[in-house]
């Protein structure tokens, strides 16, 4: 797998359907905020032997109907459905349903998990996955980072771990870590050594977009605590390190969740954005010099230590910068978080 990087990158430019006119092309694709829906119902489209999808959630709306029809008529043409949602989901399990009577293999996942995992693969070569979930909102208002992995060697990874989850979703998928190209799998426990190692590892930037950041001075040692002191860490050796947390207009249990890593951050000299209020960064994207790490975990202690979680990280300066990119538009970081030492 080689991922072609064009001398000239526009970042601004790039969507689903420019992306070979732009560089990050053919095997990783980001796929962000609106791009969503036009590239999960032509991934369905295209399907000739069998749809996976492992979802947190599958709404009852306008736009995820859309989807769902796509998969209808995919089951119509002789395409194997199958998809996983979570239990704790009040309304997923009208979804399993709605699904079925279309012909569908759906189930629930066990309530002894959550499965907070995004992931759709198509005919065991394409794969989708990271923040956005199967609802309107995900898809027509949130900002939302996913890659498009177009690679069998990950799609067949990601085949076994939604197969493992179908089998027993309480239990920890028994699979090795794979590595094709730039890509590298990232899943579950797997996720946190990962992430810490490329912050004490970085050089010269790092970029954070997150939805929640779950960090307590009363958690000492625990591990959202050393992601965020690793950030510390990197500000004082000298990396760039820039950081993007939901506000949000109506959420306040988040707010009053993310202020403590926020002001943490802010007086060691981090530089701290939020997002503009009315607007829901769900996204959870993370760059360390030229690595990216894509998927659906939160900074909290349970996404980290026991949610079912579907990331990967990919080694790409092109894909790195595209990311740092999206991280500097203004519908991200709308608003800097003064220290209070500095403002007061």
Known sequence: MNVRIFPGLVLGLLSC?????????????????????????????????A???????????????????????????GVRVRGLLDDGVDFNAAAVARLRALGADMQLDTPV??????????????????STNWTGNSMANNNETNVRLDDPVLAEYFTRYAAALWVDS???????????????????REYFP???????????????????????PKYAGGKVNQLVEALVAACTRGVDVAVVVDLSDYNRLLNKVNMPAKEYLAEAGVAVFDDPEKITTHAKAIVADDAVVIGS????????????????????????????????RPERCATPIAAKSAAQ
């Open 17 to 49: 359907g420019a992306a070979a006119a732009t560089g990050v092309v053919d095997t990783v694709r980001p796929v962000v905020d609106r791009e969503y829906l036009p590239a999960v119902l032509d991934m369905i489209a295209g399907a000739t032997n």
């Open 51 to 77: 749809i996976e999808f492992v979802q947190l959630e599958c709404h009852d709306d306008r736009v995820v109907r859309a989807i769902a029809a796509a998969l209808a008529a995919a089951v119509k043409r």
């Open 113 to 130: 998990k959550m499965t907070h995992s995004k992931l759709v693969i198509v005919d065991g070569r394409v794969v989708l996955l990271g």
């Open 170 to 188: 309480a239990a920890e998928p028994d699979l090795l870590p794979v590595v094709s190209g730039t890509v590298q799998t990232l899943v579950n």
């Open 194 to 216: 990962e992430v810490l190692g490329l912050f004490n590892a970085a050089t010269q930037r790092i970029r954070v977009v997150m939805y929640g950041i779950s960090y307590s």
């Open 297 to 328: 975990v939160n900074w909290g202690k349970d996404a980290i230590e026991n949610r079912n979680e579907t990331c990967v990280v990919v080694r790409d300066a092109g894909t790195a910068d595209y990311f740092v990119e999206y991280f500097s």
